[in-house]
C-alpha cells in the first residue's frame, strides 16, 4: 500500500504534510462492495449459530448481539461486537475472517 505526500504551508510558515488515504482504504468503498461484504458476514454468522442449533433469540440471550440484525446483511457491526461473536462460537479473528473474507 502506498502513500501519496503532499506539502502545504501554513499562514505561520509552518510546513505541515498532509496524507492522502490510500486509493483501497474502505472510506472510499463502494455501496455494491460494502453490500457484498454485510451479505457475506451475515452468511457466515448465521451459518455459525445454526450449526451450534441455536436461535436468534437464544444468541441474543447469551451475548447481546442482535443476530437478526448482523443476519439480514443490513448491520455493519463493531470490532467489539466481531470479538464477542468470535468468542461465542470460540473462534479466533483470524479464523472467522480467513476463508471467505479474502480480497
Known sequence: MSFDFNKYTKNNDRSVIIINEPKDDF????????????????????????????????AFNDTGVHF?????????ISFTTLYKICNYFDLSMSEFLSKDFKK
Do not use: C, F, Y
Request: glycine share 8%.
Open 27 to 58: 472510506s472510499v468503498m463502494n455501496d455494491k462492495k460494502k453490500k457484498e461484504l454485510l451479505l457475506t458476514l451475515a452468511k457466515k454468522v448465521k451459518e455459525l449459530r445454526t450449526n451450534k442449533g441455536l436461535t436468534q433469540e437464544e
Open 68 to 76: 437478526g440484525r448482523i443476519e439480514q446483511g443490513q448491520r455493519d
